[in-house]
């Protein structure tokens, strides 16, 4: 397939002669949309949780690894069988019930590839507003064109594109930010980096669902999109690995070395929360300037890329009648307002983009654990005509998944506080039972685990029996 030519598929089933390549392929897409320098700025957002240097250090690799082995697990699903990952949930919510988790799955991936154009864009405005002699709006808009650009190049021509474009990405940021470490490594003040005590637990948990809901949790719900042109044939056991190994190994290194940074200067550290990318511009000497504004840019894009690909397939999967890359236009649209919204009107990124976290995290925990349980349960590839048919095996609407994302969700956001937005003060409400809205537990957002327990335990206990007897049928 020439790599510019538009891929044409979209919620349908892969051909099989469509299907090639090895479960190692998975690490350039996962790779190029976690290389993010946003990452960095992830190390100061743990200690914010009064932790460690040490706590924080654990928490980024618990907290990613274990996100990302949720992702290894979802994308096994797309090997299983040649669809989409919200097309393969219609098994565990039902052909017209998948819609709720659809247009769940939908705000997430618009908002996400919003904040990663915005920051793209905030960190081109920073790091021309050092170098000098160019109108900080002009500055703005030329990273915004250019994130732009890149994010619905890849995202609306499909698959063939991302997975060569992720890999360039992902070879230039890499060799970019070794650049970066090693013009600042030695800005670290280690004595004050070890000086910083250890938080409690609760802070530690904190961090670390911070971790999980803002590194891995939220590409469940899109890992089959990638998966699902493997072979059949491929090991379950590769397919997991080199999704896990790709998505985690820099996003964890560079979270380390954020940390450290972070608790080197308290200015960078507040600096970090109005301008998580720009900010990191403050070490460095100006001649890396525009190639740290690059890799900034490219980091960015790489995840906004997938975000804008699945976006497209998640809306047309839950019935829109228009095409893929129709749908991927739309997206981008919205994309941009948001966009626009963030880098010229709002006056705080961290706020919202935690408010956005947090508040979208709940629900997405308790769809992907009742995704991840219904691959686990599964142990045959799903029948693939009957994901089309409301009357076929897996029904219209599953009911019991239904109730447990509604109770999951009522249950995680009445464990989460979120001051980051006067709208969204309602949420703790739940937090009386361990201690209330400012005890030990109001930050350590316990919603989120309590989320995941919801969905995967009750999706066990309700639907095992009937998975068995679908296996069954199946032969």
Not at 147 to 175: D, E, H, P, R, W
Request: charged share 10%.
């Amino acid at each position: 397939m020439p790599i510019f030519e538009l891929e044409l598929n979209g919620p349908n089933l892969i051909q099989e002669s469509e299907r090639r390549g090895s479960a190692r392929s998975l690490f350039w897409p996962w790779a190029g949309a976690n290389v993010s320098l946003l990452a960095l700025s992830y190390g100061s957002f743990f200690l914010g949780f009064g932790i460690s240097f040490r706590q924080a250090t654990w928490a980024a690799i618990i907290g990613t690894i274990c996100s990302f082995f949720l992702v290894g697990i979802s994308s096994l699903a797309g090997k299983r069988s040649n669809a989409p990952t919200m097309v393969l949930a219609r098994a565990s919510f039902g052909v017209k019930g998948s819609i709720v988790p659809g247009f769940l799955s939908y705000f997430i991936f618009v908002g996400w590839e919003t904040v990663l154009v915005s920051l793209a864009t905030l960190a081109t405005g920073t790091v021309f507003s050092r170098i000098g002699g160019v109108d900080q709006n002009l500055a703005l808009i030329l990273g915004f064109v250019i994130a732009v650009s890149l994010t619905v190049f890849g995202g609306v021509l499909g698959l063939s594109v991302i997975m060569k474009l992720q890999k360039i990405l992902t070879v230039i940021t890499v060799v970019m930010t070794v650049v970066y470490i090693a013009l600042t490594i030695d800005t670290i003040n280690w004595s004050a980096v070890t000086a910083i005590k250890d938080g409690s637990t609760q802070g530690f948990i904190g961090a670390l669902i911070f971790g999980v809901t803002g590194i891995g949790l939220g590409w469940v719900n899109c890992a089959a999109d990638y998966s699902r042109y493997l072979p059949r044939s491929v090991s379950s056991k590769a397919v997991v690995g080199w999704t896990v190994f790709g998505a985690s190994i820099v996003p964890i290194i560079l979270v380390i070395y954020g940390a450290a940074l972070s608790a080197s200067s308290k200015d960078l550290s507040e600096a970090i929360a109005m301008d998580p990318i720009g900010a990191l511009t403050s070490l460095l000497p100006t001649w890396f300037l525009v190639p740290f504004a690059l890799v900034a840019i490219l980091g960015l894009v790489g995840g906004a890329i997938l975000d804008l690909y699945s976006s497209g397939l998640a809306l047309v999967s839950i019935g829109v009648p228009i095409k893929r890359h129709q749908a991927a236009i739309i997206d981008a649209f919205i994309m941009l307002a948001g966009s626009i919204y963030i880098v010229w009107v709002a006056d705080n990124f961290f706020y919202p983009f935690q408010g956005f976290l947090i508040t979208l995290g709940v629900p997405v925990a308790v769809w992907s654990a009742i995704f991840v349980a219904d691959v686990i349960m599964r142990k045959k590839a799903y029948s693939e005509r009957d994901l089309y048919d409301p009357q076929g095996m897996y029904g219209s609407i599953n009911t019991g998944s239904i109730v447990l994302m509604i109770i999951g969700t009522i249950v995680g956001w009445g464990l989460v506080t979120n001051t980051f937005a006067s709208w969204l003060s309602w949420q703790g409400y739940l937090l009386f039972l361990i201690g209330g809205k400012e005890g030990t537990w109001a930050y350590a957002n316990v919603g989120v685990i309590a989320a995941l327990v919801i969905g995967f335990t009750g999706h066990l206990l309700l639907s095992r029996r009937k998975i068995q007897a679908q296996e069954i049928a199946l032969g």
